[in-house]
């Protein structure tokens, strides 16, 4: 069982309403499953900005994460955005990741 969270498809919801469900994963013991906010080159190290906002979230928690389509969403800092999954999950930080195997994809409403 895990529970999902679109954090890039809604920016209206609050810091403090994240954590809250990272909170309640935590409490029920089920993993976040994370599409972190912004998708590669919209900003300049936007990428590595989200994911350092989910490490916070799974710190503050310690709720058990899996960053969904890392390399789709960090592109050319995937080699950094792993270096950070990996040094979090040695200082005991429960995280994943996956990749799919597509040159392309995207979730628009139009695609």
């Known amino acids: ?11 209206g ?3 403090w309403e994240i954590v809250e469900c990272f909170r309640l994963a935590k409490k029920y013991n089920v993993c976040c499953h994370v599409h972190m906010r912004y998708f590669g080159a919209q900003e300049k190290n936007g990428s590595l900005a989200a994911l350092q906002e989910v490490l916070a979230l799974g ?6 994460i ?3 389509h890392l390399h789709s969403t960090c592109l050319s800092v995937t080699d950094k955005a792993l270096e950070l999954l990996h040094d ?3 200082n005991g930080m429960n995280i994943t990741t996956e990749f799919y195997p ?3 994809g995207c979730s628009d ?3």
């Not at 529970?3 to 498809?9: A, D, E, M, S």
């Not at 710190?59 to 058990?64: E, K, L, N, P």
Request: aromatic share 10%; charged share 10%; hydrophobic share 45%.
């Open 13 to 15: 919801a609050t810091r």
């Open 88 to 90: 979090a999950r040695k």
């Open 102 to 104: 597509y040159m392309a």
């Open 59 to 64: 710190a503050c928690t310690r709720a058990a």
């Open 66 to 68: 899996n960053v969904c």
């Open 109 to 111: 409403i139009n695609s």
């Open 1 to 11: 069982m895990a529970v999902g969270f679109g954090i890039h498809y809604v920016s």
